[in-house]
C-alpha cells in the first residue's frame, strides 16, 4: 500500500485498509509504505498496489503524484497487468483523483480490481468498514490467484 495523508483522514481509510488486508496475513504479505518513500523497489516487489490519497484541488496528492512520476519510466512493461485499487479521502467529490489515477494506470498498463472508495467529508465508521472490505478484497483476489 502506498498512501499519504495530511489531515490524517487518509490515514484513517489507510489503517482501515490494513486490518483487512491483515486477515488473509499467512497468505500475503501487506507493506504500507508513505508516498515519499515509495519508490521502485516497492513497486516491483508488490504482486498487488493499493493507493490511498486525498483529494488535493481535485487531483490526487502531490505526494502520491511524486511517487507515480518517479517511478512510471522504470516500471515500464515491468508491472504490467499489476492488479490495484484506490482509496480517496477528500471535501468535495473526489472524482478527479479518481480520474488522473484510473488515467495513469492505464499508462502504467495495471488492472483495476475494486471501485475507488471514495469517502467524502469526515471519516465515518461506515467509511472505515468500506476500506476494510477493499483490504480483504484485493488480499482475498491475491491470495487465492484470482488475478
Known sequence: MVWHSQSGNTARLAEAVAEGAAEFAEEVELRRVRALEAGLDELLWAEGLLIG???????????????????????QGRVDGLPWAMF?????????????????ALGYNWKRVAEPLI???????EHLA????????????????AY
Not at 490519497?53 to 516500471?75: C, I, M, W
Not at 483523483?97 to 488515467?103: D, N
Not at 469517502?119 to 465508521?125: K, L, S
Not at 477493499?134 to 487465492?144: E, K, P
Open 53 to 75: 490519497t486525498p483529494e488535493n484541488f481535485g487531483y490526487l496528492s502531490g505526494a502520491v503524484k511524486d511517487f507515480l512520476d518517479r517511478t512510471y519510466y522504470p516500471a
Open 88 to 104: 480517496v479521502s477528500c471535501d468535495n467529490d473526489g472524482r478527479g483523483a479518481v480520474q488522473a489515477l484510473e488515467r495513469i
Open 119 to 125: 469517502a467524502r467529508g469526515p471519516v465515518q465508521p
Open 130 to 145: 468500506q476500506a476494510r472490505e477493499l483490504g480483504q478484497t484485493l488480499a482475498a483476489g491475491l491470495a487465492y490467484g
